[in-house]
């Protein structure tokens, strides 16, 4: 059974351009939640999605965007990319209930570096 | 933003020692998670706790909820090397249950 897997493990990019980050979700899982993580700082929430529509957003600028398919993956795309964007991305699934979310399980993550 | 606070920022102990480490943290929450993260990887969940329990225990963890103190601890008894991480606190509020707040972590160091 996959855990959540992460793609691609490092990339660097330079001010001013675009990156897509991939998320696979864990089997039986529906939700993905992305979260950055500056140097040593804890995980930020920046958006979470479900049944393909973005559910709940943290505060990130609309240069953070992402996408759900139907196969539950999921896509975090950054554009116009600045120096303050370097960090470790993390991409969470998990499958909520009614009550509240269920625990959550992180990918390893994808190192971005904007120089 | 981050709602939980964890303390100490570095803790640094001999191996067969316990460590405990503590979070604080602002408003209301649903449930309250612990999670170990090794060297800039991904997060590893730890255990969750919800608000109307006051204690949990996994192998050599226990955790402790205090609502009326938002306040947590964490507990690992007899540790070992292979603890050696960053470990963080991540609350969920009973408004929204989709956004976890994490804290800035302690760093624990366990010496062999």
């Known amino acids: 059974d996959a855990g959540v897997t992460q793609s691609p493990t490092h990339l660097i990019k330079t001010r001013g351009q675009q990156v897509t980050l991939r998320c696979s979700p864990k089997?039986?899982?529906?939700?993905v939640s992305w979260y950055q993580q500056a140097l040593g700082q804890g995980p930020q929430f920046i958006f979470q999605?479900?049944?393909?529509?973005?559910?709940q957003r943290g505060n990130f600028p609309d240069r953070f965007s992402g996408h759900q398919f139907p196969n539950y993956s999921s896509e975090l795309n950054v554009n116009a990319l600045l120096l303050g964007d370097s960090a470790l991305y993390l991409c969470?699934?998990?499958?909520?209930?009614?009550?509240?979310?269920?625990?959550?399980?992180f990918g390893p993550g994808t190192r971005l570096t904007v120089l | 933003s981050q709602q939980g606070e964890e303390d100490p920022q570095a803790l640094s102990i001999q191996e067969g020692e316990n460590a405990t480490m503590n979070c604080s943290y602002k408003?209301?929450?649903?449930?309250l998670q612990w999670y170990r993260q090794n060297s800039g990887r991904g997060l590893v969940h730890l255990i969750l706790?919800?608000?109307?329990?006051r204690e949990k225990h996994s192998g050599r963890l226990r955790v402790t909820l205090d609502t009326s103190k938002k306040s947590s601890s964490l507990l690992i008894t007899a540790s070992r090397a292979a603890d050696t991480a960053s470990y963080f606190c991540?609350?969920?509020?009973?408004?929204?249950?989709?956004?976890?707040?994490f804290g800035a972590g302690t760093r624990l160091t366990v010496k062999p």
């Open positions: 969470a699934s998990s499958h909520p209930t009614t009550v509240s979310t269920d625990t959550q399980y």
């Open positions: 089997s039986g899982h529906d939700t």
């Open positions: 999605y479900y049944e393909e529509e973005e559910r």
């Open positions: 408003t209301s929450i649903n449930n």
């Open positions: 706790i919800r608000s109307n329990e």
């Open positions: 991540a609350t969920e509020p009973p408004y929204n249950n989709n956004d976890m707040r």
